[in-house]
């Protein structure tokens, strides 16, 4: 099955920007809706932003709406997440996700997942 690994993640301050990288395995990539999603401590795993097969539909929480812009590239079998203007409660594991439609990526039915990367945004 396709595995995707995640990166760029790091230390950053309230008010910075990251871009998140997830790389997948093979050219099914181009074949899937891809999602981000985070977990902070103690909270349960929600989601972030989604992004249909061809880029060409995107869905994002109200919380990261204007700040985050997620976009895929086929050709490099990679799909990112750039963050701007980070709040500290931005900090989070990030994790990257492949689904058949963006209604399994939105609900988090998915199967493939990346094992995460952590972003934390002090204040």
């Known amino acids: 099955q396709m595995q995707l690994a995640e990166s760029g993640g790091g230390l950053v301050q309230a008010g910075g920007s990251l871009r998140l990288s997830c790389v997948a395995s093979?050219?099914?990539?181009?074949?899937?809706?891809m999602g981000w999603f985070r977990q902070a401590p103690g909270k349960e795993r929600e989601l972030v932003a989604s992004?249909?097969?061809?880029?060409?539909?995107?869905y994002y929480v109200d919380d990261v709406r204007g700040r985050f812009t997620i976009s895929r590239d086929n050709a490099k079998y990679t799909v990112y997440l750039q963050m701007n203007s980070l709040k500290p409660e931005d900090t989070a594991v990030y994790f990257c996700?492949?689904?058949?439609?963006?209604?399994?990526?939105?609900?988090?039915?998915?199967?493939?997942w990346g094992k995460g990367t952590l972003v934390t945004v002090s204040s």
């Open positions: 992004i249909s097969w061809s880029g060409g539909s995107t």
């Open positions: 093979d050219n099914t990539f181009r074949d899937y809706c």
């Open positions: 996700a492949a689904g058949t439609t963006q209604g399994d990526v939105i609900k988090g039915a998915v199967d493939i």
